[in-house]
Structure formats: structure tokens, C-alpha cells
């Protein structure tokens, strides 16, 4: 068998491309685009309005409404337990809720019980403790705050601190004695917390939370959660949980919500660290849904021409 050699007259497929079709004729072919330069349009979708603080506005969902209405609807100066339970890793969603919970629950003059069952959670406590410490001066440690820290245990922890707090927490954080701080004082256990707020990257977390303090002993609690956190927690709404914010996107909406109540808080950019990571989000969608209609746009016009 002889083999076949190609010649002049072989079919080239884009003989059928005329320089209308958009084929080398135009000089450009979207068909023929290299993927770096929609790796690059997706790198500057995202850095842009990063780099810029690009802030666009949120409408609060209901849910998120719920939350925070059960936070507001609080009479001023009540006490709140602030379960943080996330490490660095889950801060990018998590940190910018917690921050709004520690602003709003200071706005309200609450008195706040800072708690975690994560080891990794210490600077996390710290960093948001550091809130009050930097944007309310007029919040004194000891009598309107204080820094439980962690004790090892997961939901044992919780089990404890319900019927007798003092027998795991007998010193805040630093060493303390908790008998010596006003707001300690004669704090027996967390049934008299007239909140339980928790942030949650897994477990132990918000689950065990609701199951061991706020469902037995009929402790109101709203949670803030990853994304994949979020489903698990919807069969406890609104019952055993009075409402959820879920991942990054209702953070942002709470910060909304935050800002409408109180707009002198407006004047400081640290409060819309959810809303602006919301940006990056927003347009790199759009480029996304972009190049998917436009795709879909070069095919079915090729198909229909018979390219």
C-alpha cells in the first residue's frame, strides 16, 4: 500500500472561513482568543476593584434581617456570649460577621463574653477584642468585656459552662481571677446570657452550641457560618436558632444593615470589610457571564451558518 501524500488540493478547513466569518482576514477571531488574555481580564476583574475598595450596596435578606434583629431588639447593656469558633483559615468569611457582631453588639452597650472551643481561635478572640479596645475606649475590660479563652474539652466545654462556669473558667485568659472582675463576679453559668452568639467554621461550633446550651436550656443564639456550614443549620431555624448568616455574602448584608441603623459608622472603613469583597465577586461574575453568553453567541451563529 502506497502512502497517501498530501497535496495542494488536500481540504483545509479554514478555506471555509472567509475574512466575513471572522476568520484571519479580520486580523481578530474571538474564536481563535488565547486563554491568557481571559485569565488576565479575570486577574484585573478581581484586583481592580480590590485594590480600589470598590463598595457596592447590599440589600439585606431576611434572614439576615432576622439576625440582626435579634441582636437590636436586646435591651441596651445585655449580656451576650460571643462563641468565636474559627481559625485564620475560615477568617476570609468568617472575620468580617464576627467584626459586625462585635460593633453592633457594642453599639447597644452590650456586655460581652468572649469564649472559644478552638485552640486556633485565641487571636481570633484577640483580634476582635482589639475592636473595642481601638474604636470603643469607652468599654473597660473587666466590667463590660471579658476574655474567656480556651479550654480543651470541644462540646464538653459546653456541657460545663451551662450548670457551672467557674469549675473550667476559674481565670480569664490572662490569669485573672474571675472573682475579682465586676462582670464575673457573680456569673455562675451562661443560662444567663440573654444571647449566645456564635461564629462557626465547623465543629465543635454552632451544632454543638444549639444542641447543649441554647435548645436545653432555652438560651436564645443566632450563628455565623461558612458556606458549607450553612445547610446543616437550616432545620434549627427559627426554633433552636433565631436566624444564620451564611459565608461572606451575608456578612456583607449584615454590615449593610449595620450601616443603615447607624451611619456615623460609614466614617470608618473597617466596617465594610465584607462589602468590599463582595466587589471582586461582583464583576469577576459578570466578566464570567460574559464570556459565557458570548461563547454560546460565536457557536450557535456558526452552527446556523454551517462553519
Given at each position: 500500500?502506497?502512502?497517501?501524500?498530501?497535496?495542494?488540493?488536500?481540504?483545509?478547513?479554514?478555506?471555509?472561513?472567509?475574512p466575513t466569518d471572522g476568520g484571519p482576514g479580520t486580523?481578530?477571531?474571538?474564536?481563535?482568543?488565547?486563554?491568557?488574555?481571559?485569565?488576565?481580564?479575570?486577574?484585573?476583574?478581581?484586583?481592580?476593584?480590590?485594590?480600589?475598595?470598590?463598595?457596592?450596596?447590599?440589600?439585606?435578606?431576611?434572614?439576615?434581617?432576622?439576625?440582626?434583629?435579634?441582636?437590636?431588639?436586646?435591651?441596651?447593656?445585655?449580656?451576650?456570649?460571643?462563641?468565636?469558633?474559627?481559625?485564620?483559615?475560615?477568617?476570609?468569611?468568617?472575620?468580617?460577621?464576627?467584626?459586625?457582631?462585635?460593633?453592633?453588639?457594642?453599639?447597644?452597650?452590650?456586655?460581652?463574653?468572649?469564649?472559644?472551643?478552638?485552640?486556633?481561635?485565641?487571636?481570633?478572640?484577640?483580634?476582635?477584642?482589639?475592636?473595642?479596645?481601638?474604636?470603643?475606649?469607652?468599654?473597660?475590660?473587666?466590667?463590660?468585656?471579658?476574655?474567656?479563652?480556651?479550654?480543651?474539652?470541644?462540646?464538653?466545654?459546653?456541657?460545663?459552662?451551662?450548670?457551672?462556669?467557674?469549675?473550667?473558667?476559674?481565670?480569664?485568659?490572662?490569669?485573672?481571677?474571675?472573682?475579682?472582675?465586676?462582670?464575673?463576679?457573680?456569673?455562675?453559668?451562661?443560662?444567663?446570657?440573654?444571647?449566645?452568639?456564635?461564629?462557626?467554621?465547623?465543629?465543635?461550633?454552632?451544632?454543638?452550641?444549639?444542641?447543649?446550651?441554647?435548645?436545653?436550656?432555652?438560651?436564645?443564639?443566632?450563628?455565623?457560618?461558612?458556606?458549607?456550614?450553612?445547610?446543616?443549620?437550616?432545620?434549627?431555624?427559627?426554633?433552636?436558632?433565631?436566624?444564620?448568616?451564611?459565608?461572606?455574602?451575608?456578612?456583607?448584608?449584615?454590615?449593610?444593615?449595620?450601616?443603615?441603623?447607624?451611619?456615623?459608622?460609614?466614617?470608618?472603613?473597617?466596617?465594610?470589610?465584607?462589602?468590599?469583597k463582595m466587589g471582586p465577586q461582583l464583576v469577576a461574575?459578570?466578566?464570567?457571564?460574559?464570556?459565557?453568553?458570548?461563547g454560546n453567541v460565536i457557536f450557535f451563529t456558526d452552527?446556523?451558518?454551517?462553519?
Amino acid at each position: 500500500m502506497s502512502d497517501i501524500m498530501p497535496t495542494d488540493s488536500a481540504y483545509d478547513p479554514q478555506s471555509d472561513i472567509s475574512p466575513t466569518d471572522g476568520g484571519p482576514g479580520t486580523g481578530f477571531d474571538f474564536r481563535n482568543l488565547d486563554r491568557r488574555w481571559i485569565f488576565l481580564a479575570m486577574g484585573l476583574s478581581i484586583a481592580i476593584p480590590m485594590l480600589r475598595g470598590v463598595v457596592f450596596p447590599e440589600e439585606p435578606s431576611r434572614e439576615v434581617l432576622d439576625v440582626f434583629a435579634t441582636v437590636e431588639g436586646l435591651e441596651d447593656g445585655s449580656s451576650v456570649l460571643m462563641a468565636y469558633d474559627y481559625d485564620p483559615a475560615s477568617k476570609g468569611e468568617l472575620e468580617p460577621m464576627a467584626a459586625a457582631f462585635v460593633r453592633h453588639c457594642a453599639e447597644k452597650k452590650h456586655k460581652l463574653y468572649f469564649i472559644t472551643l478552638w485552640p486556633a481561635a485565641v487571636p481570633m478572640l484577640q483580634k476582635n477584642i482589639a475592636i473595642l479596645k481601638r474604636e470603643y475606649p469607652e468599654y473597660t475590660y473587666g466590667e463590660d468585656y471579658v476574655n474567656l479563652g480556651f479550654r480543651p474539652g470541644n462540646e464538653g466545654v459546653i456541657k460545663v459552662v451551662v450548670t457551672d462556669l467557674k469549675k473550667l473558667y476559674a481565670n480569664d485568659v490572662d490569669g485573672t481571677d474571675l472573682n475579682e472582675l465586676p462582670l464575673t463576679t457573680n456569673l455562675k453559668n451562661i443560662q444567663s446570657m440573654d444571647l449566645i452568639i456564635n461564629v462557626s467554621a465547623g465543629t465543635p461550633g454552632a451544632k454543638e452550641w444549639v444542641q447543649y446550651a441554647a435548645t436545653p436550656f432555652d438560651i436564645k443564639m443566632v450563628a455565623g457560618v461558612t458556606g458549607v456550614g450553612y445547610t446543616p443549620l437550616v432545620p434549627y431555624v427559627p426554633k433552636q436558632l433565631a436566624g444564620i448568616l451564611g459565608a461572606i455574602k451575608a456578612a456583607a448584608e449584615y454590615e449593610e444593615a449595620l450601616l443603615l441603623e447607624y451611619p456615623e459608622l460609614r466614617e470608618n472603613p473597617a466596617t465594610q470589610e465584607g462589602l468590599r469583597k463582595m466587589g471582586p465577586q461582583l464583576v469577576a461574575h459578570i466578566l464570567i457571564i460574559g464570556l459565557i453568553v458570548g461563547g454560546n453567541v460565536i457557536f450557535f451563529t456558526d452552527r446556523k451558518r454551517g462553519v
